[in-house]
Structures are given as C-alpha cells and as structure tokens.
Nanobody, 125 residues
Framework: QVQLVEAGGGLVQAGGSLRLSCTASSSTFSINAMGWYRQAPGKQRELVAAEGSGGLTKYAEFVEGRFTISRDNSKNTLYLQMNSLKPEDTAVYYC???????????????????WGQGTQVTVSA
C-alpha cells in the first residue's frame, strides 16, 4: 500500500505563488506516474497535471503555463509549482498515483487507487 502526504497549501493573494509537495511512502515512487488533482466546493475533482516516470507530462488547459509539475525521486516527492494564481484556483489539491501514456500525439493520465488527504489552496482576489 502507498501512502501519499500533501503539503504546501495555504492562503495567497491573486498573482501569488505556492509550491505543493506530495511525499510517497513507496520505494517504487521512481517507477510510478503521479498526478495532481483538485476539487473546488460543489465541483467534480479534475486533473491539474501529471508526470510519468520518464518525464512525460500532461497539463490541464486551465493551467495555461502557470503551473509546473516535477519530482525528486531521491526524496520520493512530487511537486506542483503554481504561479500567477487566480481565485478560481481555490480548491483542495490531491496527489495520486496512476499511469501516463501517449497515443497518436495525445498524452493521457489514468488515475490509480492511491490518493493523499489533500491540501487546501485558497486564492483571494
């Protein structure tokens, strides 16, 4: 079983930055694809960004170049650097293990069974 622990959320003004982290308990972290999701009140959980172990990445359209996903395999940690934050980015952010793959030029991410507890990100106007 894999345990995922997110950190780094908080309250920030619009235009500000935050860096989220997700530390995994699994020693197989380096061979897993990982993703960040978010869920705002009253809305469905949605994919924000994902990265495969080989560096293949996928970003949601709403990211618009503002967020960067990265990982440090030596620390079993996944990161999400979020810049130019907007009030609509307010949500609980979760990390997840899954699968990243590419078909005919399009990158896909399928979420797996392991989720963290989430970290709250609040962006004030």
């Amino acid at each position: 079983q894999v345990q995922l622990v997110e950190a780094g959320g908080g309250l920030v003004q619009a235009g500000g930055s935050l860096r989220l982290s997700c530390t995994a308990s699994s020693s197989t972290f380096s061979i897993n694809a990982m993703g960040w999701y978010r869920q705002a009140p009253g809305k469905q959980r949605e994919l924000v960004a994902a990265e495969g172990s080989g560096g293949l990445t996928k970003y949601a359209e709403f990211v618009e170049g503002r967020f960067t996903i990265s990982r440090d395999n030596s620390k079993n940690t996944l990161y999400l650097q979020m810049n130019s934050l907007k009030p609509e980015d307010t949500a609980v952010y979760y990390c997840n293990t899954g699968i990243v793959y590419r078909i005919r030029g399009t990158t896909y991410y399928d979420s797996g069974n392991y989720w963290g507890q989430g970290t709250q990100v609040t962006v004030s106007a």
